[in-house]
């Protein structure tokens, strides 16, 4: 007898050293074997209607026509599962993504997708801590019910693998490449004072500045960091070794 | 303000503690409804909470905005008193060099849900990897929702879990061992943005009545 908490345990320790996404995406094909699924996929949630999803795919393992049409159509806005991924911390079975029955958009995404081998799935809520939602999906085409004991590896696996390719993505967008972001020296002393736990007050006081001189220096850093607020500018900010 | 309360301090913070109880017992019986901690008194106090265990408390305004217990696995802790069931037959790890994180808790109106990258989170999180380094520790073994583990992974710690999801008491749990590596606090400094050290660890000497406690950090 197969064990799953074994072959789910090893399967995780080698996510953790596979090079790139590509490889993660031929592991994840890999272990459907093993877990009983045909198609997976991985995406972060598009923040507004307008966007499109290929800027989100984090991980595709789905039929190419299916991804296509998915994509052209817009459907990532009215699928119901990804209503549901924003809705709950648990994995589901697709057939417990609601939708009313005169939601026509929704219910082409639901009648659709088994023709295209999706006929029945699993979806992973991952909610990360800077806010970001995902989802990884697992799907077969046969019409099974993965027992408890799979879905509860299954979950395990979609943990680790969309950590893994965060860090993937992460390491190959944080790549010398990119052109540098360049701040000023005010706007570097004035994050700096502000990791430190002072507020832009204590900071115009530190630096003999009006307080609007030094909010203005911190927004400036913000933008130019990509940053939402003070704090995520502070975090840029490291991250880029701008400041220690 | 973050402080650490071990058994070199615990004496001088009897009405900190107080303000403990009761923050837990309002997060976990009234918030999260485990109603098994239910107390009539309204503090959530059990046989864990002794003079060896570790208490990492965020203060703000003179009230708890966040909480973690901290629990030696080398005398009995939740995993090998309370709920073993949920390790599945597996082996959970302990010993001198590992605590057992347990109570985790933010005040929800502290949290920015959008971002959450707030100072209350990030004092949380930041609270137990500084008790973890100061304690010497290798490493942490938790039980949380699966959610949880995911951010504990994001944030730097090397997760192993060492069972399936589960549930207990209709809740999702997973019980893991999360270790600390040099990558860390390195890592949890850059998400949160916050470079200095911010738990407050107190002098061992034990203070003249009315002295002032020394912080080793500058607050």
Redesign the interface.
């Known amino acids: 007898m197969l064990n799953i908490r074994a072959q789910a345990f090893e399967l995780i320790d080698r996510l953790a050293e596979l090079p790139s996404e590509v490889s993660l995406a031929a592991e994840l094909r890999r272990a459907g074997d093993l877990f009983g699924f045909d198609n997976f996929f991985m995406t972060g949630l598009p923040a507004r209607p307008d966007e499109r999803l290929e800027k989100y795919a984090m991980v595709s393992g789905w039929p190419d026509e299916w991804l296509s049409r998915y994509t052209d159509y817009g459907y990532v806005h009215v699928d119901p599962v990804i209503r549901k991924i924003r809705a709950t911390t648990m994995p589901f079975m697709w057939d417990e993504a609601p939708y009313d029955r005169d939601d026509h958009a929704a219910a082409r995404v639901m009648s659709e997708s088994p023709d295209f081998g999706l006929v029945v799935g699993m979806t992973v809520p991952i909610h990360t801590v800077k806010g970001f939602t995902a989802g990884v999906c697992f799907s077969s085409r046969h019409r099974l019910h993965w027992n408890g004991e799979t879905r509860a590896a299954l979950h395990l696996i979609a943990i680790y693998a969309h950590a893994r390719a965060v860090e993937l993505i992460e390491a190959r967008t944080d790549a010398p490449s990119k052109p540098p972001v360049r701040l000023s020296a005010r706007e570097v002393e004035c994050l700096r004072w502000t990791a430190a736990g002072k507020t832009a007050w204590e900071i115009s006081v530190i630096l003999r500045l009006s307080e609007h001189t030094v909010t203005g220096y911190l927004q400036s850093a913000a933008v130019k960091l990509g940053a939402v607020n003070r704090i995520q500018a502070v975090a840029e900010a490291i991250r880029h070794r701008h400041i220690i | 303000m973050l402080l650490l309360i071990d058994c070199h301090n615990h004496h001088r913070h009897g009405a900190l503690l107080e303000k403990a109880y009761r923050f837990r017992h309002r997060h976990f019986v009234d918030r999260l409804k485990w109603e098994a901690l239910r107390k009539p008194d309204g503090r959530e106090i059990d046989q864990f909470d002794g003079p060896d265990c570790v208490h990492v408390i965020g203060v703000e305004n003179d009230e708890v905005a966040s909480y973690v217990r901290l629990l030696p696995t080398t005398r009995p802790h939740l995993q090998s008193h309370v709920y073993p069931e949920i390790l599945?037959g597996a082996q959970a790890p302990t010993g001198p060099g590992i605590y057992e994180w347990t109570r985790g808790s933010v005040d929800p109106n502290k949290r920015d849900?959008?971002?959450?990258?707030?100072?209350t989170?990030?004092g949380f999180?930041l609270g137990v990897a500084e008790a973890a380094e100061h304690l010497g520790l290798d490493g942490l073994l938790v039980q949380s929702?699966?959610?949880m583990?995911?951010?504990i992974?994001?944030?730097g710690w090397q997760v192993k879990?060492l069972?399936?999801?589960?549930t207990y008491d209709g809740a999702?749990i997973?019980s893991y061992y999360a270790g600390m590596s040099p990558k860390t606090l390195p890592k949890l400094?850059?998400?949160?943005?916050?470079?200095?050290p911010l738990l407050v660890i107190e002098d061992r000497a034990p203070a003249a009545p009315g002295a002032p406690t020394r912080p080793r950090y500058p607050s």
Do not use: K, N
């Open positions: 599945q849900g959008s971002t959450g990258i707030d100072r989170t990030a999180w929702h699966p959610m583990m995911g951010r992974l994001e944030l879990p069972a399936l999801p589960t999702p997973v400094r850059a998400t949160f943005g916050i470079s200095h």
